[in-house]
C-alpha cells in the first residue's frame, strides 16, 4: 500500500483555520486575516515602513499607465521597504503565510491612520 501524499507543507498543517486561502470565507473572513496580518507588524519602524512602501507599491497600478518603466520599479523598492521592516522585527512577511495579506494592507494601513486613539492603544 503506498502512503498519502500531502501536498500541503507541514506548517500549513498546523496553522490555526481562517490563515490559509482554503478557509478565507467560510471560517475567519477578512478579520482572520487582519488580525494575522496586524499581529506580525509590531515594531513601530515595521509599521512607518510600511506606511510607505504599501502607497509605493500600489502607485504602481497609477504610474504604469503613465511610464511603465517607473511603476516596474516602484514595485521592488516596495518590497524591499517592506522587508526591511521584517528584518527589523525579526520575522517574516506576512504574505508568504498567505498571498491573499497583499491585498488586506492597504485596508489595515487606512484602518492605523483613520483610527481613533482608543482603537490605536490596542
Known amino acids: 500500500m503506498r502512503p498519502q501524499r500531502h501536498y500541503l507543507p507541514a506548517s500549513t498543517k498546523a496553522r490555526k483555520p481562517g490563515y490559509n486561502a482554503r478557509n478565507f470565507c467560510r471560517l475567519g473572513g477578512s478579520m482572520g486575516l487582519y488580525s494575522h496580518y496586524?499581529?506580525?507588524?509590531?515594531?513601530?519602524?515595521?509599521?512607518?515602513?510600511?506606511?510607505?512602501?504599501?502607497?509605493?507599491?500600489?502607485s504602481s497600478l497609477i504610474v504604469v499607465w503613465f511610464h511603465w518603466i517607473i511603476a516596474l520599479l516602484l514595485i521592488p523598492a516596495a518590497f524591499?521597504?517592506?522587508?526591511?521592516?521584517?528584518?527589523?522585527?525579526?520575522?517574516?512577511?506576512?504574505?508568504?503565510?498567505?498571498?491573499?495579506?497583499?491585498?488586506?494592507?492597504?485596508?489595515?494601513?487606512?484602518?492605523?491612520?483613520f483610527s481613533t486613539g482608543s482603537e490605536k492603544a490596542s
Not at 496586524?38 to 500600489?58: E, K, S, T, Y
Open 38 to 58: 496586524d499581529g506580525a507588524h509590531n515594531h513601530p519602524v515595521n509599521r512607518a515602513l510600511h506606511m510607505i512602501a504599501i502607497p509605493v507599491g500600489f
Open 80 to 113: 524591499a521597504l517592506a522587508w526591511l521592516g521584517h528584518l527589523i522585527e525579526g520575522n517574516k512577511p506576512a504574505f508568504l503565510t498567505n498571498p491573499a495579506h497583499v491585498f488586506v494592507a492597504p485596508l489595515w494601513m487606512l484602518r492605523k491612520i
